[in-house]
């Protein structure tokens, strides 16, 4: 299992990226996961329904189960967020984990960047950061720089820049 991340400032256009990129890593044979990274309170219930209801009650997890899929609920109540190593050492083996957020930990990034959203560049400041998906040519930029319609390109960055999953959260030594 391989990670990269894409980060971005809100409104840069990640998810959008990931959800272009996910059917070209696919129609490669690949079998890709993701992880998001969200920086508010978030359900994936609907209140009143019966799973929400178990979690109202108390419940710290709750799985919910069909033939088509399955979904596993833990309710933090007052333990501490989970680590990006942490949420990966959950997930089921795949060849390439994509990880939406978690801007901030060490692991290999691809910045998705829009001038228009009125942020700077995140690259100058993370050295993580292997390569920049934009809308417009960045000529200045000390990395790659790729347009956010080479979804191709931007496959194969991805797949090259990809750390293993065991070095993730690794220091460097010496």
């Known amino acids: 299992m391989r990670v990269i991340g894409l980060a971005g400032w809100s409104g840069s256009g990640k998810t959008t990226l990931v959800t272009r990129v996910i059917p070209a890593l696919v129609g490669r044979g ?31 997890e709750v799985a919910v189960a069909s033939s088509r899929r399955w979904a596993l ?34 692991h290999p990034k691809l910045e998705v960047y829009r001038a228009s959203v009125g942020k700077p560049p995140l690259h100058p400041d993370d050295n993580c950061i292997v390569a920049i998906a934009t809308d417009r040519p960045l000529p200045q930029a000390p990395l790659p720089v790729l347009m956010l319609d080479d979804i191709e390109g931007i496959a194969n960055v991805l797949l090259a820049e990809a750390m293993p999953r065991e070095r993730i959260g690794v220091q460097a030594s010496g």
Do not use: C, Q, Y
């Open 73 to 106: 609920i833990h309710e933090l109540r007052d333990e501490a967020e989970l680590s990006l190593v942490e949420i990966l050492n959950k997930l089921s083996p795949v060849d390439l984990v994509i990880v939406e957020g978690f801007k901030r930990h060490a």
């Open 30 to 60: 690949l079998k890709v996961a993701t992880v998001k990274h969200a920086h508010h309170e978030f359900d994936l219930d609907k209140p009143g329904k019966d799973s929400w209801l178990h979690r109202e009650a108390g419940a710290s």
